[in-house]
Nanobody, 128 residues
Framework: QVQLVESGGGLVQAGGSLRLSCTAS????????VGWFRQSPGKERLFVAA????????NYADSVKGRFTISRDDAKNTVYLQMNNMRPEDTAVYYC?????????????????????WGQGTQVTVSS
């Protein structure tokens, strides 16, 4: 079983940037696809970005395309979410999830149903 820990959240002004990290322990996740999801108060958890096991394919929600970039460094067992030109509507708790069912298609991956596939989340707040 892999344990996931998110970090890098915080408060940023609109137009600013943050980089989130998702670090795995307990088992290497170099063979897993990994995803980022976010949840605002009173709303469902929504897909943000995903990267396949090799890093050769990524997918993004329309709302973040061109602003967010997902990447992975398997030597550090870490997946990153670089968030640029942030907007107040990006405010949410951000969660990473692995393993994720995501390969080479452009389908939006489903969130894992196993609670153990999620980190604890990190709060991101964008002020206007």
């Amino acid at each position: 079983q892999v344990q996931l820990v998110e970090s890098g959240g915080g408060l940023v002004q609109a137009g600013g940037s943050l980089r989130l990290s998702c670090t795995a322990s307990g088992r290497t996740f170099s063979t897993f696809a990994v995803g980022w999801f976010r949840q605002s108060p009173g709303k469902e958890r929504l897909f943000v970005a995903a990267i396949n096991w090799s890093g050769s394919h990524t997918n993004y929600a329309d709302s973040v395309k061109g602003r967010f970039t997902i990447s992975r460094d398997d030597a550090k067992n870490t997946v990153y979410l670089q968030m640029n030109n942030m907007r107040p509507e990006d405010t949410a708790v951000y969660y990473c999830a692995a393993p994720l069912s995501f390969g080479m298609s452009d389908d939006v991956p489903l969130p894992p149903s196993d609670p153990a596939s999620w980190g604890q989340g990190t709060q991101v707040t964008v002020s206007s």
